[in-house]
């Protein structure tokens, strides 16, 4: 009965902290940029034996580290000429006031300066620092040269990470980066006047909420079961000590 608990205690913790990620990944299915976070499992051996079968009943999955899915989300045009979608692998880099981040959430604007920002309030990045525009019209090419007037004003910074380098979910589609671990893009083009969408299915992350929420109520019902047959077997064998 003890492997019993242990695998529903587990059943349990995994399927909460799971429910935890698809509502996190549901509630940012319109957020531009957004990357969901798909699930990992992982064993972990609660004792340890030589016999094979008690070996496999003994092994239970639990939540491993969330692993982000940085598939393409599609476009959706807006007009916007500081609207900027990402199509291919890599980031924008903007200055947060811890550091600098990271995210292919291009919805920017002008602040009265002429400082190009997120819609935080972040400074996006260029080769020499922030952006800084001058008035005007802005054009910006695939590579992600901006020009106002038909002058050159600047040059986004874009960024890919080698794979394996370990990329941190701040949120509201931000993240950051070990030092020195970025690298310029080579293999993405800026599409302006778009915005990218998230690579979340709505639809998808609805039924699958419901199925975790629905096993979640599995393994809850079990723990009662086994904390009732604990509660019978002490009322009934106790009393014979």
Same mark, same amino acid.
């Given at each position: 009965?003890? @492997?019993?608990?242990?695998?529903?205690?587990?059943?349990?913790?995994? =399927?909460?902290?799971?429910?935890?990620?698809?509502? @996190? @990944?549901?509630?940012?299915?319109?957020?531009?940029? +957004? #990357?969901?976070?798909? %699930?990992? +499992?992982?064993?972990?051996?609660?004792?340890?034996?030589?016999?094979?079968?008690? #070996?496999?009943?003994?092994?239970?999955?639990?939540?491993?580290? /969330? =692993?982000?899915?940085? $598939?393409?989300? $599609?476009?959706?045009?807006?007009?916007? !000429?500081?609207?900027?979608?990402?199509?291919? $692998?890599?980031?924008?880099?903007?200055?947060?006031?811890?550091? *600098?981040?990271?995210?292919?959430? &291009?919805?920017?604007?002008?602040?009265?300066?002429?400082?190009?920002?997120?819609?935080?309030?972040?400074?996006?990045? &260029?080769?020499?620092? /922030?952006?800084?525009?001058?008035? &005007?019209?802005?054009?910006?090419? $695939?590579?992600?040269?901006?020009?106002?007037?038909?002058?050159?004003? &600047?040059?986004?910074?874009?960024?890919?990470?080698?794979?394996?380098?370990?990329?941190?979910?701040?949120?509201?589609?931000?993240?950051?980066?070990?030092?020195?671990?970025?690298?310029?893009?080579?293999?993405?083009?800026? #599409?302006?006047?778009?915005?990218?969408?998230? @690579?979340?299915? !709505? %639809?998808?992350?609805?039924?699958?909420? *419901?199925?975790?929420? #629905?096993?979640?109520?599995?393994?809850?019902?079990?723990?009662?079961?086994?904390?009732?047959?604990?509660?019978?077997?002490?009322?009934?064998?106790?009393?014979?000590?």
């Amino acid at each position: 009965m003890s @492997n019993g608990i242990y695998a529903a205690s587990t059943g349990l913790l995994a =399927r909460t902290q799971e429910l935890d990620l698809a509502a @996190n @990944n549901l509630a940012n299915a319109n957020t531009s940029g +957004f #990357r969901g976070e798909r %699930v990992s +499992f992982k064993t972990q051996m609660m004792t340890a034996s030589s016999n094979v079968s008690t #070996r496999a009943v003994n092994s239970f999955g639990v939540l491993g580290s /969330p =692993r982000t899915d940085f $598939s393409q989300g $599609s476009m959706q045009q807006t007009g916007n !000429p500081l609207d900027l979608a990402l199509e291919g $692998s890599g980031f924008f880099a903007v200055q947060a006031p811890t550091g *600098i981040q990271y995210t292919r959430n &291009g919805n920017f604007h002008l602040t009265k300066d002429g400082a190009l920002v997120t819609a935080q309030g972040y400074p996006v990045l &260029g080769d020499q620092g /922030p952006i800084t525009l001058p008035q &005007g019209d802005a054009e910006i090419s $695939s590579a992600g040269v901006i020009s106002v007037n038909g002058d050159i004003a &600047g040059q986004l910074q874009l960024t890919a990470f080698d794979a394996g380098v370990p990329l941190t979910s701040l949120g509201d589609a931000y993240y950051s980066a070990p030092a020195a671990a970025a690298t310029p893009a080579t293999q993405l083009a800026v #599409r302006q006047g778009s915005l990218e969408s998230s @690579n979340i299915n !709505p %639809v998808e992350c609805a039924v699958s909420l *419901i199925e975790i929420q #629905r096993n979640a109520e599995m393994m809850q019902r079990a723990l009662t079961t086994f904390h009732n047959e604990f509660n019978k077997i002490a009322a009934e064998d106790l009393p014979k000590v």
